[in-house]
């Protein structure tokens, strides 16, 4: 994109004073990507996307309103202001809205650090479709593997500008890379299926196309011939690709806008015990080279490291202006926003303090019960914390797989199942969060 969006977003911010507005900000997004899927040894779909997009903000007093657009022409710009000012007059007064002080805002952050912009060229559609058709192969040459639900590479790239009328202006880029494929064992109403994906910020890092086709014709081989689970109640293991899932239910109830709204089951429990003694849950928003890493927040408000749990202890909700005013607290400078819409509280990277166990010791730890590997929808009670899940996996006895299962549910309440947790030490140090495999006590599976 030659675009230069700083440009674009000052443009927009005199839009707005022009066309009347108080304070505003502004958000300019460009991005470009390019996927390929394959299936059955030929292309399936090649689909190549460039664009930019702008979002303003206007603010009359404690009125506010977003307009967004596609187009970068000035007539667009003044019309976008113009809207924006005439949907803030109509629009209902909030209390809470309003840009950062000038002294809240972020100063002398450091992009080239996190490293999240691979310098390497643009992969040509050949090399992602290459890549693509290695991971079929080797799915494919898995034994026990039927046939393919397909498989892909893509890239992307993109960079965002964010300003407003306080005197915050500041971007960066990141780019991604990513590898997939889906494979299916059995037959008929036998078959089952299972994948692997994998996405780095850098090409470099990126496994090898071949051993993620591998990887995913082992998980769908190994599900081969699943049934129902026994009826009880059982311990649980949360491997390490569903684990983050159940971490981010927490997240969730310590987000401001739930817990503003009084939508948490985690509402009161501040300065309480939410996971086992000793067990944090830290916020990293630094990690260099990881997608979930980012120099500053969408209000141009300073991001750090900080503890959400510190010794079991909830330490912190997860607050962007708006709900930490609502709260009488002060931003976490975790806010996030679209194109389209006012800033929101939302968590990026995440690291729960890892076990001294391998998976495998956690499974004879836990003895007989059920280790999951996928979960399917969810019924959560925002205000209870009463939770169901379908879920398949595998059953365990005496610390050993034995055999595959599907179509079961787990319930629990995620008050009393978090405080019993017992992590390993397998996550994986490429993800944004950092949640091992999980053991979990006190939940009943509805199976056969």
């Known amino acids: 994109m030659a675009e230069d969006l700083e440009a674009l977003a000052g443009r927009l911010l005199d839009a707005a004073r022009a066309a009347g507005a108080e304070a505003a900000d502004a958000i300019v997004v460009a991005g470009d990507s390019l996927s390929i899927e394959v299936r059955n040894g030929a292309l399936e779909q090649a689909e190549r996307a460039e664009g930019i997009d702008l979002g303003l903000r206007v603010l009359l007093g404690r009125r506010q309103a977003c307009v967004s657009a596609s187009d970068t022409r000035a007539a667009t710009i003044a019309a976008m202001a113009e809207r924006a000012v005439a949907m803030a007059r109509e629009a209902p007064e909030d209390p809470w809205c309003g840009l950062a002080a000038p002294e809240q805002l972020a100063r002398g952050w450091d992009v080239a650090a996190l ?33 393919m639900d397909g498989a892909g590479a893509g890239w992307s790239a993109s960079r965002v500008h964010l300003a407003a009328t306080n005197g915050f202006s500041g971007g960066y880029a990141r780019t991604g890379h990513s590898v997939q494929a889906v494979a299916i064992s059995g037959e008929g109403t036998g078959m089952e299926r299972d994948y692997a994906f994998e996405s780095r910020t850098h090409h470099a890092d990126l496994p090898d196309p071949a051993g993620i086709g591998r990887l995913a014709g082992e998980r769908a081989a190994a599900r081969a011939g699943a049934a129902k689970p026994p009826t009880g109640a059982w311990p649980v293991v949360y491997d390490e690709r569903v684990a983050s899932g159940l971490i981010g239910h927490l997240v969730q109830a310590i987000n401001g806008l739930s817990v503003a709204r009084g ?23 630094f990690r260099p080279r990881i997608a979930g890493s980012r120099p500053f927040d969408a209000e141009g408000l300073p991001c750090a490291r900080r503890a959400l749990v510190a010794g079991g202890v909830l330490e912190s909700w997860i607050l962007d202006l708006a709900t930490g005013r609502q709260l009488g607290l002060a931003s976490t400078g975790n806010a996030a926003r679209g194109t389209a819409s006012p800033p929101s509280p939302s968590a990026g990277n995440l690291t729960l303090t890892p076990g001294a166990v391998t998976r495998d010791q956690l499974l004879a730890e836990m003895g007989t019960g059920l280790l999951v590997t996928e979960l399917i929808g969810a019924s959560i009670n925002p205000t209870t914390g009463d939770y169901s899940r379908g879920a398949s996996g595998f059953w365990v006895e005496k610390g050993e797989i034995v055999r ?6 787990v319930a629990g309440n995620l008050r009393a199942m978090l405080k019993t947790i017992r992590p390993a030490n397998d996550a994986l140090p490429h993800r944004s969060r950092l949640v091992p495999s999980l053991l979990v006590e006190g939940l009943v599976i509805a199976g056969s």
């Open 115 to 147: 490293d999240l912009a691979d310098a390497a060229p643009l992969p040509s559609p050949d090399a992602l479709r290459e890549a693509a058709l290695a991971a079929e192969a080797a799915a494919l040459a898995v034994p026990g593997v039927t046939r």
């Open 263 to 285: 939508a948490s089951w985690l509402k009161d429990a501040m300065g309480e015990r939410v996971l086992p003694a000793g067990i944090d849950l830290v916020e990293e928003p």
């Open 404 to 409: 595959p299962v599907n179509e079961c549910t």
